[in-house]
């Protein structure tokens, strides 16, 4: 499952009402955990003397104050005393002769022995004679499969309701990311086959038809099995010529099977960049968000005005729906953004009018309704940046058909300089519409450090998606289906700079980057406008400057380190607009694609709820494998804090949401609490199983010697999760 981290706001009454269900269901995670070690101690006749939703540990004190307790709640209820702890990092049981604090063991073993004697009842546990008399109702009085029933079942509660807050999901029906592919990273494996706008049918003969299916179980199938290739069987994008004024209906089209070799350093989690990937994003929904004018964009000067939850269904008058079966067989409508981004592409340059159903809140009638938006100049700094080797091709394009390689480097077209990458796309997109043809000049390595020169036409086709680079991959040029480098140094001016850009020399390296704005205006664009960049260290791309640039309103200063051999200079400059060039983003946000699964009845319900327990249960299996192997580094570990950030996330995106990551969370608690580990309940069912088989317990000073390394562990690896934790949080890592 993908979890989405959106931001909150105390005083939105949505996100407290999320915060208090990912507390409750957090708490009753615990709550259940421990309930379970609970009955059955009760059961086997354990005295039970405290039972804590998270550890009385200590007290906050100020001096000889105590202004918060250790024990935030606690009452006395028969022999046991309930409560919740201050620290919430998980329960406890405490039973009469057991305690998971190494330091504790034997101390408690004597008390156990002391109110025997003192009660004038003692019993003999049955696996051995030399065993000193304990008191009956302690735990180490108790036989051997009892014990093991008591340790056990706080994981076999875990395990049952997880199925429980499953089924009770998949009853009342579970909102969920479709597997299909919204559009695909430049240069990845997924990109160079195309894969933009396709439905997944299939991976490694595994359908996700007819069943519950989300995109984030087709990402896990990749990671977890594309260790060679996948497999996919995959529905098509619609091309250009197949749209009209009507519904695209997906009948049309046919299926296509592709072997994909998947590739590393496409993750962008930290510490997971060697798990394979192909490099694909999930699909949006052309339903417009909470801000459809997008302040200095073109969508703010729609006329008439766009408002949130418009759901756009026409570019000049060509229909972005397409008519579609859903996982559970039904048939839907969606709101295409890949077939809208494909039609703004071959339009930037026109005012286009785009067509939205509104629905009104009052009387639930939808209209149609026609909005006229005007081109949205490109933004630009003035500089023409150098671009690197191709780097990838995609099958069947363009520049491959006309014998373009990886490698090859693009020195001139028409004989002249290439100019500004970003606006390639732009050029060779009007070249198209004429159905006309262009030289590109490249130079070819030959091998033993020799090269030579080649002239090669290429026809371009109609974009299909924007020009784009994310996180540092490559820039891609959909026209003519390659991808390459943009590096930080300076070829050239173009005619839009500002009088001070010009001041950059042909060749220097751009070092640093600064935008000037305030911490507000930084806030509503990216987290790269909040303090200088440094391009030096190549954490960040020169495609990724231009992808802030594009936000940024005109005027807006930027200061630039510039370095020429070992001299550096401090250029400010200012953002214009491009004249003659034109973005395809116009402003309008949109949200990830949604759709609803609900079980049919009860028993399809409990089906799906013991199989996405299976399939958590196995992933946590598998991820720890990974991470025993090195394939996954620790540092991709989340602690309390991201554990709490996810769980209200989830909340926040509907209950049954939130039942689905406590269902994955308590398959997560059962399996690592089950770990051979001493002090987790894994490790004394280790100790358990020794003594039944030899018929005598573990050696005291054994026992306590590997608790002590357990909960040495235990407490290292807890602040180690904490400690990625608050450096996530901080912007550190």
């Known amino acids: ?197 396709v439905t997944v049918l299939s991976i490694n003969d595994q359908t996700t038809r007819n069943r519950y299916f989300t995109f984030g179980h087709l990402r896990e199938s990749i990671v977890f099995e594309g260790e060679s290739s996948i497999e996919l069987s995959v529905l098509p994008a619609p091309e250009l010529s197949q749209l009209s004024d009507e519904p695209f209906d997906d009948s049309q089209l046919n299926p296509i099977s592709l072997s994909i070799i998947p590739a590393k350093n496409l993750l962008k989690v930290k510490g997971a960049e060697n798990l394979p990937a192909i490099g694909i994003a999930p699909a949006y929904s052309a339903v417009l968000g909470s801000d459809p004018a997008g302040e200095g964009q073109a969508a703010s000067a729609a006329q008439p005005p766009l408002k949130a939850g418009d759901r756009i269904v026409k570019i000049n008058h060509k229909s972005i729906v397409r008519n579609s079966v859903d996982e559970n067989g039904r048939p839907y409508r969606q709101h295409s953004v890949f077939l809208l981004r494909m039609l703004l592409s071959q339009v930037t340059d026109e005012e286009i009018t785009i067509t939205v159903e509104r629905t009104d809140p009052r009387t639930k009638q939808m209209t149609l309704i026609d909005s006229v938006i005007p081109p949205n100049p490109m933004r630009t700094l003035g500089l023409n940046m150098e671009i690197g080797r191709v780097v990838a091709l995609q099958v069947g394009s363009p520049a491959a058909d006309a014998g373009i390689q990886i490698d090859d480097q693009i020195i001139a077209i028409e004989g002249e300089p290439v100019g500004d990458p970003f606006v390639l796309q732009s050029r060779m997109t009007r070249l198209a519409k004429q159905a006309g043809t262009t030289e590109f000049t490249i130079v070819r390595d030959t091998g033993n450090g020799t090269s030579q020169e080649l002239s090669i036409s290429i026809q371009p086709r109609l974009p299909r998606s924007p020009s784009l680079s994310q996180d540092g991959e490559p820039f891609a040029v959909d026209t003519l289906g390659i991808a390459f480098h943009v590096k930080n140094i300076v070829a050239g001016h173009n005619s839009s700079a500002d009088p001070a850009s010009q001041e950059v020399k042909v060749g220097a390296k751009i070092a640093k980057v600064h935008f000037l704005m305030s911490d507000e205006q930084a806030k509503r664009f990216s987290p790269l406008t909040s303090k200088p960049i440094d391009l030096s260290s190549g954490k960040v791309s020169w495609a990724e400057i231009e992808s802030v640039v594009q936000m940024l309103e005109p005027g807006t200063q930027v200061e630039l380190v510039c370095q020429l051999n070992n001299s550096f200079q401090t250029i400010r400059t200012s953002v214009r607009e491009y004249e003659g060039f ?149 912007g550190l890592f």
């Open 582 to 730: 034109y973005a395809v983003n116009r402003g309008l946000p949109i949200s990830l694609e949604q759709m609803n699964y609900q079980a049919k009845s009860f028993v399809e319900s409990l089906q799906l709820g013991l199989h996405q327990t299976w399939i958590d249960a196995t992933k946590v299996l598998r991820f720890l494998g990974k991470l025993i192997r090195g394939e996954i580094s620790v540092t991709s570990l989340g602690g309390p804090g991201t554990i709490v950030a996810a769980a209200t996330s989830e909340a926040s995106q509907g209950t049954s949401r939130l039942l689905l990551f406590l269902t994955l969370l308590s398959a997560n608690l059962a399996i690592v609490n089950f770990l051979p580990i001493p002090v987790l309940d894994g490790g004394h069912m280790l100790f358990l199983a020794y003594e039944g088989i030899f018929r005598r317990p573990v050696s005291e000073r054994l026992q306590i010697i590997l608790s002590f390394a357990g909960l040495i562990f235990i407490v290292g690896l807890m602040l180690l999760v904490i400690s990625l934790d608050v450096w996530r949080w901080s």
């Open 1 to 197: 499952m993908d979890f989405n981290l959106i931001s909150f706001s105390l005083f939105d009454p949505s996100s407290l009402w999320a915060i208090f269900q990912m507390v409750v269901g957090l708490g009753f995670v615990i709550f259940v955990h421990e309930l379970g070690h609970f009955a059955v101690a009760k059961a086997c006749g354990v005295k039970c003397e405290k039972f804590y939703v998270g550890f009385d540990a200590f007290d906050i004190k100020i001096g000889d104050r105590v202004i918060v307790p250790r024990k935030l709640v606690h009452w006395k209820w028969g022999e046991t005393e309930y409560g919740v702890g201050i620290l919430p990092l998980g329960g406890y049981v405490k039973m009469l002769g057991q305690d998971d604090n190494p330091s504790q063991i034997a101390e408690e073993r004597k008390r156990s022995m002391q109110l025997a004697e003192q009660s004038g009842e003692a019993e003999v546990p049955s696996v051995s004679s030399q065993v000193p008399r304990l008191d009956p109702r302690s735990y180490q009085a108790k036989s051997v499969p009892q014990r093991m029933a008591i340790i056990s079942a706080g994981v076999i509660m875990n395990l049952i309701f997880a199925v429980i807050f499953a089924a009770i999901a998949f009853g009342t029906g579970v909102n969920y990311e479709p597997p299909h592919v919204g559009f695909t990273t430049p240069g990845s494996p997924a990109w160079q086959h195309n894969l933009d706008g």
